[in-house]
């Protein structure tokens, strides 16, 4: 596979983050997904969170499985590492990057058939374990690459570009991973930037597993009248629980708000969400009524955006499974193999 990449060459006006990085440094190759591809401005709009973040760009890992979504992260964060996988198996692969290496910043980024449909199991597992991780699913309803077959997350009732109705019951992603232990869970349209880059940057602040279902027109497949994931239909029809702002613990918060109620979620590592609330009494902390408020969402034809869910104390796999503080790919001979005393008196504590 050939890839088109970018001047090295950065005018001299851009501005730079604290990191001493430009926007374009977190750019990756030049896209070759279709022209108006939400999945472009996702990756857009992670761009953009990462250099608002001052990341450096070789403490991020970026994984995906197979399909249109999983082809994004060529075209964001190029100086990163990068792992595509099998369709299907990214969890698992990302789950054993985070064991052995703790201190880089992990993102998977997948589809919803890769996610819904042959990997459905493992995303449910790496929920469930707590893996620290932004977990983000570009949901266009729609098989791109095999040409238009409706995926898993297609809503019942949907109608393909073929004029065939969607019978099958959909897979909701985000109630799905409230239920199996995502301690952050949120959902964005791809086509506002102004609500998804700050999901996108408190998700990667977050300290334990964060998911964020992105809903992302297929301009050739699935943005056409009847369509439930259409451009179209989801500006009609998005329903936005709150407004988000981030900002980071080590800054001031220098940040004018207009009028209204607020909430403030403290994060691990000092971060704050500050929630703005709109036309309804919305606590994000509450996971039952996160799960309620969804469904009736759906229930109603409503496409539920914004901040669903947050445990403002969560836990990672680490914490569960009481590892050192140092990552495991650097552990010596010494470490790992401490010698025969030490065994002796492992196995004494198993009698």
Request: hydrophobic fraction near 35%.
């Amino acid at each position: 596979m050939t890839y088109i990449t970018k001047p090295k060459l950065h005018h001299p006006s851009l501005v730079k983050n604290k990191a001493g990085y430009t926007r374009r440094d977190y750019e990756g190759a030049v896209s070759t997904l279709c022209a108006g591809c939400g999945h472009d401005s996702i990756s857009a709009a992670i761009i953009q969170a990462c250099y608002e973040l001052d990341i450096l760009p070789h403490q991020v890992a970026k994984l995906s499985g197979i399909g249109c979504s999983s082809k994004a992260p060529t075209y964001f964060v190029g100086a990163s590492h990068g792992f595509n996988t099998v369709h299907g198996r990214m969890p698992s692969v990302m789950t054993g990057a985070n064991l052995a290496n703790r201190d880089l910043i992990y993102m998977g980024v997948s589809g919803d058939g890769d996610s819904a449909s042959i990997g459905l199991g493992q995303f449910a597992h790496i929920m469930r374990r707590g893996v620290n991780m932004t977990y983000i699913v570009m949901n266009n309803g729609v098989y791109g690459l095999t040409k238009g077959q409706f995926s898993a997350t297609a809503d019942k009732g949907s109608i393909s570009k073929k004029g065939v109705a969607n019978s099958d019951e959909s897979i909701d992603l985000v109630s799905l991973a409230i239920l199996m232990g995502a301690s952050f869970v949120g959902r964005s349209f791809s086509g506002d930037k102004h609500q998804l880059v700050p999901l996108i940057k408190a998700a990667m602040a977050h300290g334990g597993a964060a998911f964020l279902d992105v809903i992302s027109p297929c301009v050739a497949f699935n943005n056409h009248a009847g369509s439930t994931k259409s451009y179209e239909y989801v500006r009609e029809h998005n329903e936005a629980l709150n407004r988000l702002d981030f900002i980071e613990g080590r800054e001031e918060i220098t940040t004018q708000y207009d009028p209204g109620t607020v909430t403030t979620v403290q994060q691990h590592d000092g971060s704050l969400l500050r929630l703005r609330k709109l036309g309804e009494d919305y606590d994000p902390s509450d996971k039952i009524a996160a799960m309620k408020r969804v469904q009736e969402g759906q229930a109603a034809g409503e496409v539920v955006t914004g901040l669903l869910y947050v445990d403002p104390t969560p836990r990672d796999l680490h914490h569960h499974l009481n590892t050192v503080a140092q990552p495991l790919n650097t552990l010596g001979t010494a470490d790992l193999c401490p010698g025969p005393a030490a065994l002796d008196r492992i196995n004494a504590s198993l009698r």
